[in-house]
């Protein structure tokens, strides 16, 4: 049977410009992640063996996103990972610059951030470029670190539905509890999760799904919901698509998933946060015009110094390892480390490749705030939940090419 239905992705909707009541500077970009954490920055790291451990959760908490620690290991060692993150103090990078050193003078004034370095040598480039974008984004945004109830630093956990003994463990120590799953629109994990979600202390995010159906499902199932992580098959390492023949991506999937959550009155109550293919602060603020309230990014920052994975030398170039958590390499790992931690799937749905090394997460994060200030700002947004009302245009192929620069010899 053929049921058409119109899948619209990134590359096919604008942003149609709107009357903007302020500067972009003013905007604000602070959201709920779930009904109990907000952000100052609408962005989350995926749990993926080569994006998300402590030092990036830190890193992304203390510049006001929060980072989702992977399971590619043993509940002890995540565990561990989650306790590391809650034992950094919740100082702002911007203090801890000033405690490293007194070569380093910063003042502050206002919302103004005057900085001289005494010997610039002894920073590295990295090192360097952090302190700038620090510097700089408090210049143009209150960027505060993200605390959960506790008031340490706010840190999620990938969690299998299946694996009842590692999300007990998890359950209360970390923030956020992240159900990480390819297709969590399945009897299976509806029934497991409903056994367990009422008693879960944590908020838990639920996913990733992609329709109007899953999400009413999943509302209607399970006693607790504190978000929705949204998009199959559109992650840069993903090939669930291709191998499948399966896919709900993500700006679609937003939509859908708003539609369900505006029938129930819950959108806005429910966090969506829009998972896989954002390669731009474009993507994320088309994201947001659709429905959703934060991104989960993996790509994006997976070159950054902060991811886990090591640095590579290849032909004069500077990369970091990125591979999906369906990705054989990925899977085999999970096997050796937790043979119990639930099926591994018989066909891989992910790949493996480099990408290029990007410096300090705080650059990254930099651009981002700014590139999402102009969005809102030319949507006529002034908060996130105005850019709710903003409108996307579909583009026509000619129209494509129109807004993309051209006609330059480059
Ligand atoms: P990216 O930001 O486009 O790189 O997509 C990251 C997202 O891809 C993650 O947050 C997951 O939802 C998803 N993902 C991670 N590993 C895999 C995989 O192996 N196969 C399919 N999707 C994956």
Wanted: aromatic share 4%; charged share 25%; glycine share 10%.
């Amino acid at each position: 049977m053929i049921k058409e239905e119109k899948i619209i992705v990134f590359d096919d909707v604008i942003v149609i410009p709107s009357l903007s009541p302020v500067e972009p500077s003013q905007v604000d970009l602070r959201t709920m992640v779930t009904g109990n954490i907000e952000l100052y920055v609408p962005l989350v790291s995926s749990p993926m063996d080569t994006v998300t451990e402590h030092q990036m959760a830190v890193k992304l908490a203390k510049l006001g996103g929060i980072g989702v620690i992977h399971r590619n290991m043993s509940i002890d060692d995540q565990l561990h990972q989650v306790i590391l993150v809650k034992e950094t103090d919740t100082t702002s990078l911007l203090e801890d610059i000033a405690s490293r050193g007194n070569n380093i003078n910063l003042h502050l004034s206002g919302s103004r951030c005057k900085l001289t370095i005494e010997d610039v040598e002894l920073y590295n480039q990295d090192e360097m470029d952090e302190i700038l974008s620090v510097c700089r984004l408090k210049s143009r945004y209150p960027i505060k670190p993200v605390t959960g109830k506790d008031g340490l630093l706010a840190v999620g956990a990938a969690v299998s539905p299946f694996d009842l003994r590692r999300i007990k463990k998890l359950d209360g120590v970390a923030d956020i509890l992240v159900v990480d799953v390819a297709h969590a629109h399945n009897v299976n994990v509806l029934n497991s999760l409903s056994k367990v979600s009422r008693d879960i202390e944590s908020d838990l995010i639920v996913g990733n799904i992609g329709t109007r159906e899953a999400v009413l499902d999943v509302i209607a199932k399970l006693d607790k919901v504190d978000g929705l992580r949204v998009g199959i098959s559109s992650g840069s390492i993903c090939s669930t698509g291709e191998v499948t023949g399966a896919a709900a991506p993500t700006l679609w999937a937003v939509i859908k998933a708003r539609e369900a959550l505006e029938e129930l009155g819950l959108h806005g109550k429910v966090p969506i946060i829009a998972d896989g293919g954002i390669r731009s602060p474009a993507d994320i603020v088309k994201s947001l015009i659709a429905g959703a309230s934060a991104v989960m990014v993996g790509r994006m920052i997976a070159g950054t110094r902060e991811s886990p994975s090591q640095l590579i030398s290849v032909g004069g170039g500077v990369y970091k390892q990125y591979r999906g958590m369906a990705s054989p390499s990925s899977t085999r790992r999970r096997y050796a480390v937790d043979r119990y931690g639930g099926n591994v799937k018989k066909v891989s749905e992910g790949v493996e490749g480099l990408v290029p090394y990007s410096g300090s997460l705080a650059s990254v994060v930099e651009h981002v705030v700014y590139s999402l200030q102009a969005g809102l700002g030319y949507a006529g947004a002034a908060r996130i939940r105005d850019a709710w009302k903003a409108r996307l245009g579909l583009l026509s192929e000619s129209a494509k090419k129109e807004i993309k620069p051209h006609d330059l010899v480059t």
